[in-house]
């Protein structure tokens, strides 16, 4: 009689060996679906069938991996392209494609929070717009101050028009701001009273290219390199 053969031992050893790939794909659908407080090394490991030491390999902590997130975030939605050739537009385009890139991430805000976190992909749009910066007159340290300015303005638009939704949603009764806004006493507060019943669906209007450009007019007439309001002496003009 034929003797049944032995069932198949359990492979024993190391863990299956992970890429880098499988490692951010597993993170991005874990923070997209769940948010970033969702993703720790553990989880990390435990969704990829490894172990958390095996992820030090490819990443040395979440921070280093949220910055992988929005590396292939860049890679995937900042690709070169053509731009405005007149500089001060370039600018414009520069920073509003690198806004619009990171708008569409809703995990973003926690990486942006963090100013020395960047994307390497996204370095071709800071060049142009650093370079643009310097063809409207600038030198290149001013340009560089620019760009930072540019910067915080867009990651702070960003990271409040995001955190406002996230608090709104699912929630349908009046916030603290429109409480205190609908009590506003007009003698005290003439200006805000008269737009109280607005205030919610103006300050909701995105109005970033506008502010973008007034910010970079701004940059470049402190810098002396836009004119400015005719000069008026003691006698009034010409005087």
Request: hydrophobic share 40%.
């Amino acid at each position: 009689m034929q003797q049944p053969s032995p069932a198949p031992r359990k492979a024993t050893g190391r863990p299956p060996r992970i890429s880098r790939e499988e490692v951010v794909d597993t993170a991005r659908r874990i923070v997209t679906e769940e948010g970033v407080e969702r993703l720790t090394m553990r989880r990390l490991a435990s969704e990829v069938g490894s172990t958390p030491m095996a992820l030090y390999h490819h990443v040395r902590n979440k921070e280093e991996l949220l910055v992988l997130l929005l590396d292939d975030h860049a890679a995937r939605t900042l690709r070169p392209t053509e731009l405005p050739s007149e500089p001060r537009e370039r600018v414009v385009a520069a920073a509003a494609a690198i806004h619009e890139a990171l708008s569409a991430c809703p995990w973003i805000v926690e990486v942006l929070t963090a100013d020395d976190l960047m994307s390497t992909h996204a370095l071709w749009f800071v060049e142009q717009l650093v370079d643009g910066l310097v063809d409207c007159g600038l030198s290149v340290e001013r340009a560089v101050q620019g760009y930072r300015a540019i910067w915080y303005y867009t990651a702070g638009e960003i990271v409040v028009r995001t955190t406002a939704a996230r608090r709104r949603a699912g929630n349908d009764r009046p916030t603290y701001r429109e409480r205190v806004f609908a009590g506003l006493d007009a003698d005290e507060y003439p200006r805000l009273a008269q737009v109280a019943d607005r205030w919610e669906p103006l300050t909701a209007q995105d109005t970033y290219r506008d502010g973008l450009r007034a910010l970079v007019a701004g940059l470049l007439a402190a810098h002396g390199t836009e004119p400015g309001p005719p000069s008026e002496g003691l006698g009034g003009p010409g005087g």
